[in-house]
């Protein structure tokens, strides 16, 4: 029995060979799509999570400056003047549409004012959140709908398998393991694919209300003192 299946083995040759790329090499076609899928959204996570890390660490730095610049001010309207024109920093920019209202009300009542300027204030933040929370979709969706995809790719793989099984009637598991092994490769990826992206979707969208939560509050604080 063992000469058997030593001799199955040494017939399969490469199949025996469970090297990550031998593995895709050998899959299915509709597999081969699973696995470039899936590497293709972990590629593009990967990409996002580092450019949004990047975003908030920079946007929670500069928040922090600049709600000290503003009270250590001797007046909005000079605060204002002060900042650079074409910044991105979503502070600056709601604070600078704030300001472009105040200034055109600057002769009506403080009731219209306040009302006017509390409007745009929410108006420009909703704008901001929005850019800040691009993408943030799509982690979400790679975070629950890849380990489905790689499953639906190592169920696919079995069934190849069984038919191959079928086929040669032999039930070795020299006959086996290869195809086995392919169709849990997808699994595997879907996983990678998927853990990353929850876990950074989960601490993006808790930094993104942290961060409004700032905005918010400064709003308030700017509009008491119009």
Avoid: H
Avoid at 22 to 50: H, N, P, Y
Avoid at 161 to 182: C, D, H, K, M, W
Wanted: hydrophobic letters at 50%.
């Amino acid at each position: 029995m063992e000469q058997d299946i030593a001799s199955q083995v040494v017939g399969l040759g490469g199949a025996t060979d469970f090297s990550l790329w031998k593995l895709f090499l050998r899959a299915d076609f509709v597999v081969k799509f699973v696995i470039i899928l899936l590497i293709a959204c972990s590629i593009f996570s990967w990409a996002l999570i580092f450019d949004k890390f990047k975003l908030f660490k920079n946007i929670n730095s500069s928040i922090e400056d600049f709600e000290k610049k503003f009270w250590k001010a001797k007046s909005a309207e000079n605060f204002n003047n002060s900042l650079p024109a074409n910044s991105k920093d979503p502070a600056i920019l709601i604070f600078k549409s704030a300001m472009a209202e105040l200034l055109k009300t600057k002769r009506q009542s403080s009731t219209v004012q306040v009302a006017r300027v509390g409007r745009i204030l929410e108006i420009a933040a909703d704008t901001e959140m929005k850019k800040i929370e691009k993408n943030f979709t799509f982690l979400a969706t790679v975070g629950s709908t890849a380990p489905f995809i790689g499953l639906f790719g190592t169920v696919w793989g079995i069934m190849n398998s069984f038919q191959s099984i079928a086929i040669s009637r032999n039930t070795s598991l020299a006959i086996v393991a290869p195809g086995i092994a392919e169709a849990l490769f997808a699994t595997a990826l879907g996983l990678l694919a998927a853990i990353p992206a929850v876990v950074a979707y989960n601490k993006f969208n808790n930094d993104s209300q942290k961060y409004f939560s700032r905005i918010e509050n400064f709003s308030k604080r700017f509009l008491s003192i119009i």
